[in-house]
């Protein structure tokens, strides 16, 4: 199969599965790209989710840059058409019904159930986020301090990625 | 807050979401309250919250979701189309141009050294966010079993994820079901919910 079509299966099959948002399914986008393709290393993943990070936009554009670096524009294109498509399609048809059953008792049950698969999903990309980005006891404890800022205070996220920049700048992690 | 809402035009859905898009720096959600909530006055508190619960139930990115579930209501699929195109047209853009430095500089040092240092910060900022989930959720100690049993299935044992959601979500329901039978007494209205 060729390489776009790749990118166009993979990408629509996660999209249906992105459960609760773009994070829970990097660590499968993770395990396709590295493990299953081997377009790149799991290092080189942890950059672009990165660069994905310190720029504008929603998360998920992380798939822009994975289709980039594997095939240039057509990559980007089609990654980014792929990841968003299958589930926007979705969420319209849906709208209509999920207004009807506000009241609906399965309703509550079924967000009640899927919600903490949500929380185990959002923390293996976190874990395993941490795994392929820190590879020094510093960047693990550059890691750790963001978990604690963030958790502790309500300072905007964008002042942790620039001093992160600023400590890698300084060759501390 | 109890403020008249207004009804956006297709222009304003789409200049309200590249807002969102543009300010948003590491996660867009923050955003999208703020400004369709608080600064364009589309939706009240409850109706906002009440919004999201579909859009962070459906698969797919919560803000792009809700980009497309008020564009609809608003204004049908010309407010869903510039609602996407809000959200994301400009984004991709910058992306794109971030895949060629990348491409051309990204095997320099200097730029290694600033990569590693923002790549720790962005995984602390998805453990974070995950923890804030895990105590906003209003998970039993019979579901965390389900939250613990996928983190050591996509985690550490790196199962696929349609396996693991194919057993674990139904899982996640019968438990909470079960749950919700015994925690709820039965009111007046809980007979007719239908058989799911």
Redesign the interface.
């Known amino acids: 199969m060729d390489v776009l079509r790749q990118l166009a299966l993979d990408f629509s ?11 829970t ?4 986008m993770q ?1 396709n790209v590295v ?1 299953v393709h081997g377009w790149m290393s799991a290092a080189q993943f ?16 992380v798939v ?2 994975i289709g ?2 594997v095939a240039g ?1 057509a990559g ?1 294109l089609t990654a ?1 058409l792929a990841m ?1 498509g ?3 399609v ?3 048809l ?2 209509g019904a ?1 207004e009807r059953f ?5 309703r ?23 795994r392929s ?3 020094s006891l510093a ?2 404890a ?6 604690a800022v ?2 502790l205070t309500r300072v ?3 002042w ?2 620039g ?7 300084a ?3 | 807050m109890n403020a008249a809402t207004v009804i956006p035009t297709p222009y304003e859905l789409f200049t309200g979401f590249l807002r969102v ?8 959600l923050y955003w999208a309250r703020r400004v369709s909530v608080e600064e364009r006055r589309w939706l009240g508190e409850a109706e906002f919250v ?1 919004v999201m ?13 809700l980009a ?2 008020l564009g ?2 608003f204004c049908g ?1 010309r407010g ?1 189309a510039a609602g ?1 195109a809000g ?2 047209v ?3 853009l ?3 141009a ?3 430095l ?2 051309s500089y ?1 095997n320099l040092p ?1 730029v290694q ?22 105590m906003v ?3 039993r100690n019979i ?2 079993v ?6 050591a299935a ?2 550490v044992l ?1 199962f ?3 396996q693991v ?1 194919l057993v ?2 139904p899982a ?6 079960w ?2 039978r015994d925690a709820v007494p039965r009111s007046p ?2 007979g007719r ?2 058989e ?1």
């Not at chain 1, 001093?163 to 700048?169: C, K, N, S, V, W």
């Not at chain 2, 898009?21 to 867009?28: E, N």
């Not at chain 2, 389900?146 to 983190?151: D, H, M």
Request: proline fraction near 5%.
């Open positions: 099959v996660l999209s249906l599965l992105a459960v609760g948002g773009a994070p399914v990097f660590p499968e395990r493990e942890a950059d672009l989710y990165a660069i994905a990070q310190a720029s504008p936009g929603p998360n998920i554009l822009c840059l980039w670096k524009l980007a980014t968003v299958p589930s926007c979705l969420t319209c849906v709208a999920w506000r009241e609906a008792r399965w509550e049950v079924v967000q009640l159930g899927v919600a903490p698969l949500t929380v185990g999903l959002m923390l293996s990309s976190g874990y395993l986020l941490t980005a820190d590879e960047a693990y550059l890691t750790a301090g963001t978990v963030l958790m905007n996220p964008l942790l990625i001093a992160g920049a600023l400590i890698g700048l060759g501390l992690v | 898009a543009l300010c948003g720096f590491g996660g867009v009440d619960s579909l859009c962070q139930f459906m698969p797919g990115p919560n803000t792009l979701n497309m579930v609809l209501r699929w869903a996407f959200l994301m400009a984004p991709f910058i992306m794109l971030m895949g060629m990348y491409t990204g200097l050294s600033v990569l590693r240092g923002v790549a720790a910060v962005a995984a602390g900022m998805m453990v974070s966010m995950g923890l804030k989930m895990a959720a209003r998970i579901l965390c389900v939250g613990v049993a996928a983190f996509v985690a790196r696929p994820l349609v959601l674990l979500a996640g329901v019968v438990l909470a079901w749950w919700h209205s809980a919910g239908g799911s």
